[in-house]
Nanobody, 123 residues
């Protein structure tokens, strides 16, 4: 079992940057593939990015490719999402997720979730 706690959300102007962090409990963090998802009001939760166990492979949604960067520090049990050139449409609650199986863009394939952190981008 792993518990996830996100932080770093907030209010930022369009074009600005934020870095989200997700701290994981337990000593098996490196055995999990980690992902970030987001959910805007009235919309389904959608995939944002994922990273392999050793950080060597990363995957992004088309909507954030080139603007967002996912990374992890296994020594600190933490995964990050650096978000640059933010747009109003990036406004959402951002969730960290973990899976012990295969890397996936599908929400249902992740077993563990954080509580989410709000990101609001103003125009």
């Amino acid at each position: 079992q792993v518990q996830l706690v996100e932080s770093g959300g907030g209010l930022v102007q369009a074009g600005g940057s934020l870095r989200l962090s997700c701290a994981a409990s337990g000593r098996t963090f490196s055995s999990y593939i980690m992902g970030w998802f987001r959910q805007a009001p009235g919309k389904e939760r959608e995939f944002v990015a994922a990273i392999s166990r050793n950080g060597g492979s990363t995957y992004y949604a088309d909507s954030v490719e080139g603007r967002f960067t996912i990374s992890r520090d296994n020594a600190k049990n933490t995964v990050y999402l650096q978000m640059n050139s933010l747009k109003v449409e990036d406004t959402a609650v951002y969730y960290c997720a973990a899976t012990g199986w295969a890397i996936s863009r599908t929400r249902a394939n992740y077993e563990h979730w954080g509580q989410g952190t709000q990101v609001t981008v103003s125009s």
